[in-house]
């Protein structure tokens, strides 16, 4: 087990900030951009997400073996949200996974490396390349008509997690239908170097559809409001620590040649920054670390093959603990938070608008009767709704919602208080994601 104590953001090292590589600050401001995503659309530029092309006899074998996925209907084409864990049954890698041969897959992850050494260690007979790729995301009520008119062809019939080889701009670029902003969305796909040009294009269509660009101010409100937990932000991986010594050993002796000279030749070759502010205190930073049960995506455990934490999820799921919720605070609480900055005593931890600029785990304890029943992680504001929201993980018993919590806030080392919190469904937007698109 690790000491949490040297992972506490500004106590034991610095965290990391939302970087240039994620765009600008602001386009337009936080809430114009906001209101582009619900009203028009937005294009969001991810493409500094990690890529693993894995080819080969063995490939579909290899993500078999390490993922909680089934794979026996996966046709070329077709992605999945592919799910990966280490012995303990705890997630160490999640992404999206296309499959475009029938040996030939690709990866776009938090840490795609794992798979790489999965692939090396494991005897498997395929091979991994690390490509750079745009990942141009347009999102929104008005995606659909602005993907049609760039391409000058219809795309809706294009079904959930497919894809679709368009030409923009005599470019190829690979349509992948999904929707993390919680409504029909597109992220285009291809060679880095023709990024540029294809981000132009979007923006010179999508303008007269009112287009807005997507700042690293508000990027992490869509996976809030439709619940999308992301590694670092709201859950730890267990690639963090004093564990898995041999997965960091091969790393620092099989650095991708595609990633020297890039921020993934440092500390990012093991795992994403690790770093966690908010009241919890515990002992073992473990304890941050989430499995696919906890995080809500007990639906893709599939138990048709053998696979790398296995057992630990079958316990797992024959007594459940916690489940992944969404908290909407008590605004009058929320108030008082910022009143207490401007009045004579204590000053809380200030709730940053719309969220917090660190790429770090906010983990505030849930409490219940003087006892911890869930953390609140990752705060953040929703200009929509007008409302702050956290994903929170909770104990079984208080996850039903309209059961008020409350969540304990500060800093161990700062003036605390608890604020009140109304447990919601989730996604606490109503998610379109996957309902049938027409063209004009």
């Not at 026996?72 to 049954?89: L, M, R, T, W, Y």
């Amino acid at each position: 087990m690790t000491d949490a104590k040297q992972f506490r953001a500004f106590r034991g090292r610095n965290p990391s900030q939302f970087s240039k590589r994620d765009g600008p600050l602001e386009y337009t401001g936080w809430q114009d951009e906001n209101w582009g995503w619900k009203n028009t659309a937005y294009l969001g530029d991810w493409s500094y997400v990690p890529t693993v092309r894995i080819k080969g006899p063995d490939a579909l074998k290899l993500f078999s073996d390490t993922s909680i996925n089934s794979f026996e209907n996966f046709p070329i084409g077709k992605a999945k949200h592919c799910v990966q864990c280490d012995e303990s049954g705890k997630v160490v890698n999640e992404g999206v996974l296309v499959r475009y041969a029938e040996d030939e897959f690709q990866f776009d992850a938090t840490t795609p490396q794992w798979a790489y050494f999965k692939m090396k260690t494991g005897g498997y007979n395929a091979t991994a390349t690390f490509p750079s790729t745009h990942k141009l995301q347009i999102s929104g009520p008005r995606a659909l008509e602005i993907v049609e008119e760039l391409a000058n062809e219809s795309v809706a019939d294009v079904a959930f997690m497919a894809t679709k080889k368009l030409t923009i701009c005599g470019r190829t670029v690979y349509a992948l239908r999904q929707g993390m902003g919680g409504d029909i969305g597109f992220e285009l796909h291809g060679p880095i170097e023709q990024k540029q040009k294809i981000e132009a294009a979007i923006l010179e269509v999508g303008a007269k559809y009112g287009i807005r660009q997507r700042g690293w101010r508000w990027m992490q409100i869509n996976h809030l409001e439709s619940y999308f937990p992301t590694s670092t932000i709201h859950y730890l991986s267990p690639l963090v620590g004093d564990g898995h010594q041999d997965y960091k050993t091969f790393m620092d002796e099989n650095l991708p040649p595609e990633w020297v000279g890039t921020w993934l030749e440092g500390p990012m070759r093991y795992a994403w920054n690790p770093t966690f502010t908010g009241s919890w205190d515990g002992e073992k930073i473990e304890e941050l670390m989430r499995s696919p049960v906890e995080l809500g995506w007990g639906r893709y455990i599939k138990f048709d093959h053998k696979f790398l934490g296995e057992e630990a999820l079958r316990k797992e799921l024959e007594a459940p603990k916690r489940i992944g919720v969404t908290l909407e605070f008590n605004s009058e609480d929320m108030i008082r938070i910022y009143s207490s900055l401007f009045e004579e005593g204590a000053s809380y931890h200030l709730f940053e608008m719309p969220h917090s600029p660190y790429s770090f785990n906010w983990v505030d304890k849930i409490v219940m009767d003087g006892r911890e029943i869930g953390h609140s992680v990752y705060p953040g504001y929703s200009p929509t709704f007008k409302k702050a929201l956290a994903i929170a993980f909770i104990d079984i018993e208080f996850s039903t919602p309209g059961t008020e919590v409350k969540v304990l806030w500060g800093n161990p080392d700062e003036a605390q208080t608890e604020l009140r919190a109304i447990v919601r469904s989730v996604p606490y937007k109503s998610d379109e994601s996957r309902r049938k698109p027409l063209s004009k």
